[in-house]
């Protein structure tokens, strides 16, 4: 049994960190935690991006440097690398957003096709993941999700879709490397599950390769899964699940009043992060059908799950258990548990600066927006620096 208290070892924490590099975070932190500054911040940014000014190099060596590996994979590889003399594993993700055309998904798929190579033989890149709108039009998955008839030409783009996620799937299995499938927005969501989880029933027959994701701030997730675990048991295939609170809450909330239905997000933070444990719990609970992969941030459901994991005498380093942060986020917790020994993980975005835009601006505000995230990594530096 760890002490929660590990989490307050800022030395551990960032030992990687050079002090010059521990300075920069501090200033970054201080800055984002401005939520005037944060808007003001992308929105100028989105204008000059726009217009071609000169704004690249500003941005690669504050935020971009922060929440990312680099430009691509093999410009990510020494923040692997210094991750992993800590223990903590690597999962490099290609976060370019927002692409629309057949090209662009086909680019996507041969760049995640390449990273499930590269991760096959590197110990330290335990996963492959992607995103659902990297694989195809946000919507024709709305389309799907609300079962609407499909023309003809939409019916093609589908099946380009779908033979996208088979091929990716494929050939994880056969590199024997994990494939996790982020979530996105609940109006397109429907059609991914039911995708992923054609791809568990084809490939999870042996073990866990195909992960979906779950986000727990949505009220109907549990359940979902408790209806899939049923499922998968008919089917005789493994479950492969990442648990995210998820990002979208704010556009959520939005749609549903907007358009008259309730909202699928749970009433608030607390019954978010009741949802949360609860799902940590029936999945340890059930873990010889399914694999889990913690992403959060919250010390309290990542200690939790510590606890689950003595209450059902799991090593430490389970196979089938996994912690996750996202890079430049949340130190304390991924080298204070990959310390004591258990499979922890930091997503490392890469990419373009000007693609990974949608996913730098989302983790400002998302750090603006949190009560306490913010301040609590604030804290911590400074506690950091002074002890240096
Ligand atoms: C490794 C990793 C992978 C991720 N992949 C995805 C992904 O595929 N899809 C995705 O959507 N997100 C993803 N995220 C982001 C994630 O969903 C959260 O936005 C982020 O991690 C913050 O949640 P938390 O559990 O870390 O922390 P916390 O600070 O404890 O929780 C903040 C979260 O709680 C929820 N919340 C806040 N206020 C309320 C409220 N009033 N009522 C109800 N709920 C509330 C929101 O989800 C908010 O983001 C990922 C995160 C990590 C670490």
Known sequence: ????????????????????ELEKAYWLFRMIKNESLVKLGTGVTKFALKNHF???GLIKTTVFDHFCGG???KDSLPVVDKLFSKGVYGILDYSVEGAETDESFDKTLQKNLELISFARDREEIPYAVFKPTGMGRFGIYEKVTAGDKLTEDEQAEWNRLVDRYDQLAKK?????????????ESWMQKAADDLVEQMMEKYNTEKPIVYNTLQLYRTDRLPYLKELHKRAKTKS?????????????????????????????CATKELTDKNYDDTQ????????DMSIYSGTHNEESSYYLTQLIDEYQLQKNDKRVWFGQLYGMSDHITFNLARENYNTSKYIPFGPVKDVMPYLIRRAEEN???????????ELLAAERKRR
């Open 54 to 56: 000169p704004v690249e």
């Open 71 to 73: 430009v691509n994979e």
């Open 281 to 288: 719990a029936y999945m340890i609970e059930n873990i010889e």
């Open 1 to 20: 049994m760890i002490n929660k208290d590990i989490f307050n070892n800022t030395e551990v924490a960032f030992a990687i960190k050079s002090n010059a």
């Open 237 to 265: 295939y493994k479950i492969g699940m990442k648990l995210v609170r998820g990002a979208y809450m704010e556009k959520e909330r939005e749609r549903a009043e907007l358009m008259g239905y309730p909202s699928p997000i």
């Open 368 to 378: 603006t927006s949190i009560a306490g995230q913010t301040n609590r990594e604030l």
């Open 172 to 184: 994880a299995k056969e590199f024997d490397v994990p494939l996790m499938i982020d979530a996105e």
